[in-house]
């Protein structure tokens, strides 16, 4: 509808296709793998549209060639991430309050199960969130949004048996 509108793709597909995924003539970049880091230099390099040198990208030059930048290394460590905007969601109040209770405590899975592209995208080593973090932000949505129910979507949030212990005994003791 408005050529003039940056369209951007991310997450596992454009990570594991990534050139079919910009060879999509609607798609303008891709972000692969982890892309907090990625969309900020992305983002930053609009005005001049030099593009080479932000990791774990894709995108078509002026020729409409498609380019793909080295990888981003993995985050290490996973608090440093601020907690999801869920507060710049539209139309926020039309939802539930437990619609908001979507957590992950960490990245990654050491496995290379046939059916699953975690791995592709998180990587293999799992990287975890402090217990501590993972409690503020529980604490924030629940603050924020009335949330009285939440869910890990770990791809192996059982994987660390005595970290999930420490998680959940924390959340009772926390309320």
């Not at 910009?22 to 982890?34: C, P, Q, S, Y």
């Not at 990208?57 to 907690?83: H, S, T, V, W």
């Not at 503020?136 to 059982?158: L, N, P």
Request: glycine share 6%.
């Amino acid at each position: 509808f408005n050529p003039d509108v940056k369209i951007m793709w991310g997450g596992s597909h454009p990570t594991v296709q990534a050139k079919t995924s910009l060879a999509n003539k609607d798609v303008d970049f891709i972000v692969m793998r982890e892309g907090e880091q990625t969309i900020v230099e992305l983002v930053r390099n609009f005005d001049t549209q030099d593009f080479s040198s932000v990791l774990g990208m894709g995108y078509k030059d002026a020729q409409g060639n498609i380019i793909i930048n080295e990888p981003r290394p993995l985050l290490e460590n996973l608090d440093e991430l601020p907690f999801p905007a869920r507060h710049l969601l539209l139309n926020k109040d039309g939802y539930p309050a437990d619609a908001f209770g979507g957590i992950f405590s960490s990245r990654g899975c050491p496995f290379s199960c046939i059916y699953c592209s975690s791995y592709t995208l998180w990587g293999k080593k799992v990287r975890y969130r402090s217990v501590d973090n993972v409690i503020e932000e529980i604490k924030q949505v629940k603050r924020d949004f009335k949330t009285k129910h939440y869910f890990f979507v770990d791809d192996t949030f059982s994987l660390k048996i005595d970290r999930a212990m420490q998680l959940c005994d924390r959340m009772v003791e926390e309320d």
